[in-house]
C-alpha cells in the first residue's frame, strides 16, 4: 500500500500516528521558491534539455533501418529484440534499461543503443539480467562499443548476484574493426570467461538462440548452465557454410551445419529444442523457476516524499549547483520516504552531508557532496561508511562538485590523507553502492564520491551534470538558451565530461530525469535486495568501527 500525502502538516502528522508500521525521521524542510525568475529559467533549460535527450533516446530506440527491421520481421519471420523482452518479462513488472544511449556519435557512426539492448526485470517475480543484439543494426554484429556494454551488463549480473538471460542474434564480430573487438582482455573474450566465473559463484545463465550465433560468438551458448534453441532461425557454428565452401568445398546449408535438429541431438551444444521463438520465450521462463531463488518481496508500504520531485527541475537547469542553493536539502526531501533524514555528524564538514533515511520502505545510508571534499568532510565520509558497511545498509552518493573554493594548502597533506581514507573506506565496502550524478563531479570528487572507477553497483547522471578530471577544464559550458537543437547535442557530444558523451561511452548506465530518481533508486534498490544471498554477501566482521 503506498501512502501520498502531499500535505506537510499532515505528513508530519502522518509519520508520528504511523510510527509503528511506517519508520521515518525528522522531517526536512525542503520548500523552494517555484515562482522565482531564477526557478523558473532553470526549468526551462530543464526542459529544453530533456526534450533534445527525447530525440536521442529516440533515435536509440528505433534501432535498425526501416529496410532491416522490415527484412527482420516479414522476411525472416523473427522477433524484435525489445518484442522479446517484452515477452520475456512478467506483464507489466517494471524494468530498469542499461546502456541506451550506448554507441551514439563514435567515430565509427551512430550505433543505436550499440547494437545491444540490456535490460533488467522481473521473470515470475525474480530480477534478472537480460539483452541481446539487436539484428536490424547491422546484422547483430558486435562493435567495440557493444562489447564495452556486453561486459558491464555481465558485471551487474556479478556485482548485484541475479540470474542472466541471453537472446543471441549475432552476425559475430564486425569485421572491419574485428581488430577492436578481441585484443584486450577486457574485450570479446572476456565475455566467455565472465560466463564460467559467474556460473562457479552461483549465478545462473540461460542462452537462448533465436538467430544466428557464429564465429566467437558460439561460445556463448555453450558455455551458457541451459540453453534453447529455435528450430529454422537458430544456428550455431564457427564457420558458415561459405567458408566450409571456401576451406574444404563442400556445400552444406545452414540447418546442417549447426541448426537445432544437429545441435540437440547430436552435438549436445543445446538442451531444449523449441518450435517458435514464443515457445523458446516461454521455456527460458520455466528455466528460472528450477534456479530454486528465494521470493523476492519489497516492502510492502511507505510514505510519499512530502514535496513534489517535478520542482528538481528547478535546480537541475543551472550551470553550476552551489551549496547555498542547499541542493542536498532539497533533493533528499524529494527521493526519500516522509521526506524524513537523519544526519550523521551535522556540524562537522562544511561540504558533505551524510545521514540516515527510507527510500521505498529500504533503509539507505546517503552522502552528498556540494565542492570539493575537506579534510573534516572525509574523516566523517569515512566514518559513516564504516558504520553502514557494518549494520549491512547500502549507500547513496549523490555527487555535486557545486562551486570551486580555495583550500587551505597548508593542510594539503591532511587532505591528502583523509580524502584517501574515504576512498579506502568505500572501496573496501562490499554493500551495495549507487551513484547519481546531480550537478557534476570533478578532479579526486570522482574518487572520494564512489565515481565509475570504484565499481558502484549503478551509476546514473542528470542531463547537464558533468564529469571531469582536469580541474582547468570550463564547467558548465552548454549554451543552452540560445542553442537549437542540433547545435546544443553538439556541444554535448563535444564535451567529453558531459553525460551524453560519457553515456554513449559506457562510462555510466544511463541519464534520468531528475523528477525520475526516487522511482530508479527504488528499481535499483529492489534489484539489489533481490539478488541470491544478498545480505549474506555484505558482511565482514573482522573490524571494530573506527572513529575518525
Known amino acids: 500500500m503506498l501512502l501520498n500525502r502531499n500535505n506537510f502538516q499532515f505528513c508530519k502528522y502522518a509519520i508520528r500516528r504511523l510510527s509503528t508500521k511506517l519508520p521515518s525521521f525528522k522531517v526536512l524542510d525542503g520548500s523552494i521558491d517555484s515562482q522565482s525568475s531564477e526557478f523558473r529559467t532553470s526549468v526551462e533549460k530543464s526542459n529544453r534539455i530533456h526534450l533534445c535527450l527525447k530525440s536521442v533516446q529516440d533515435m536509440a530506440l528505433a534501432g535498425g533501418s526501416e529496410k532491416a527491421i522490415k527484412k527482420h520481421v516479414n522476411v525472416k519471420k523473427k522477433l524484435l529484440i525489445r518484442h522479446r523482452l517484452q515477452k520475456l518479462f512478467d506483464p507489466e513488472s517494471p524494468f530498469l534499461e542499461i546502456g541506451l544511449l550506448a554507441g551514439l556519435g563514435m567515430d565509427y557512426g551512430n550505433i543505436s543503443a550499440a547494437g545491444l539492448v540490456v535490460a533488467i526485470g522481473q521473470i515470475h517475480g525474480h530480477y534478472c539480467l537480460a539483452g541481446g543484439s539487436d539484428a536490424t543494426v547491422k546484422g547483430g554484429t558486435f562493435f567495440p562499443i557493444g562489447v564495452e556494454k556486453n561486459i558491464r551488463s555481465q558485471k551487474i549480473c556479478s556485482i548485484n548476484r541475479i540470474p542472466g538471460v541471453i537472446l543471441i542474434d549475432s552476425g559475430g564480430a564486425f569485421l572491419p574493426l574485428q581488430s577492436e573487438v578481441f585484443p584486450d582482455r577486457d574485450h570479446g573474450g572476456r ?80 538442451d531444449y529444442f523449441a518450435e517458435t521463438e514464443d515457445e523458446a520465450i516461454e521455456m527460458c521462463r520455466e528455466s528460472i523457476l528450477t534456479f530454486n531463488l528465494e521470493k523476492f518481496a519489497p516492502p510492502p508500504e511507505y510514505l510519499e516524499p512530502v514535496y513534489s520531485a517535478a520542482e528538481l527541475n528547478g535546480i537541475a537547469g543551472k550551470n553550476i549547483i552551489g551549496k547555498s542553493d542547499m541542493f542536498a536539502v ?7 520516504d516522509g521526506s524524513g533524514f537523519k544526519e550523521f555528524k551535522s556540524k562537522f564538514g562544511s561540504h558533505l552531508i551524510t545521514g540516515f533515511a527510507f527510500l521505498k520502505g529500504y533503509l539507505i545510508g546517503l552522502l552528498a557532496n556540494s565542492g570539493p571534499i575537506t579534510s573534516a568532510d572525509a574523516q566523517k565520509g569515512a566514518h559513516f561508511i564504516h558504520l553502514c558497511q557494518k549494520r549491512l545498509i547500502p549507500m547513496i552518493f549523490l555527487q555535486n562538485s557545486g562551486i570551486p573554493e580555495k583550500l587551505d594548502y597548508n593542510l594539503q597533506g591532511n587532505i591528502l590523507k583523509d580524502r584517501a581514507k574515504m576512498i579506502a573506506a ?82 555510466q ?21 533481490s539478488g541470491i544471498s544478498a545480505k549474506e554477501r555484505w558482511e565482514t566482521k573482522n573490524l571494530p568501527i573506527f572513529r575518525m
Open 191 to 270: 565475455t566467455f570467461r565472465n560466463e564460467a566465473v559467474g556460473s562457479a559463484k552461483g549465478i545462473p545463465q540461460i542462452a537462448i538462440v533465436c538467430g544466428s550465433s557464429t564465429a566467437g560468438g558460439a561460445y556463448a551458448p555453450t558455455m551458457a548452465e541451459e540453453a534453447i534453441i529455435v528450430d529454422r532461425i537458430g544456428t550455431i557454428f564457427l564457420g558458415g557454410p561459405p567458408l566450409v565452401k571456401a576451406a574444404t568445398g563442400e556445400v552444406v546449408t545452414e540447418e546442417e551445419l549447426g541448426g537445432a535438429d544437429l545441435h540437440c541431438r547430436v552435438s549436445g551444444c543445446t
Open 330 to 336: 532539497i533533493i533528499i526531501s524529494r527521493i526519500v
Open 509 to 529: 548506465d544511463g541519464i534520468i530525469l531528475p523528477e525520475d530518481t526516487r522511482k530508479t533508486l527504488g528499481l535499483c534498490l529492489d534489484i539489489i535486495h
Open 426 to 507: 568505500h572501496s573496501c565496502a562490499n554493500v551495495p553502492k549507487i551513484t547519481i550524478n546531480v550537478g557534476g563531479c570533478h578532479s579526486d570528487e570522482n574518487f572520494t564520491m564512489c565515481g565509475w572507477t570504484f565499481k558502484p553497483n549503478f551509476l546514473f547522471s542528470w542531463p547537464l551534470a558533468e564529469t571531469q578530471f582536469d580541474e582547468k577544464l570550463e564547467q558548465g559550458g552548454f549554451d543552452i538558451a540560445r542553442a537549437d537543437e542540433d547545435s546544443l547535442l553538439l556541444q554535448m557530444f563535444e564535451n567529453k565530461g558531459s553525460a551524453l558523451y560519457r553515456s554513449s561511452r559506457m562510462l
